[in-house]
């Protein structure tokens, strides 16, 4: 029964540009996530330092 079922598909061509975009995609993606991790460091390492003005009176 599964046998004679017929699962259309894109041509080969199609299916390479669908590669190519989500390839495109997935590296931005990466470089988001690669971002996002730098940009929270960052806060993390502010965090500390604002308390520590406030608490000696800087802000």
Do not use: N
Not at 4 to 9: K, S, T
């Amino acid at each position: 029964m599964i046998k004679a079922l017929l699962i259309p598909l894109a041509p080969i061509s199609e299916q390479r540009r669908i590669v190519s975009e989500l390839d495109a995609l997935q590296t931005e993606v990466d470089a988001l996530k690669r971002h996002q991790a730098e940009t929270a460091a960052e806060l993390d390492a502010l965090l500390p330092a604002i308390l520590d003005r406030a608490f000696r009176g800087e802000l």
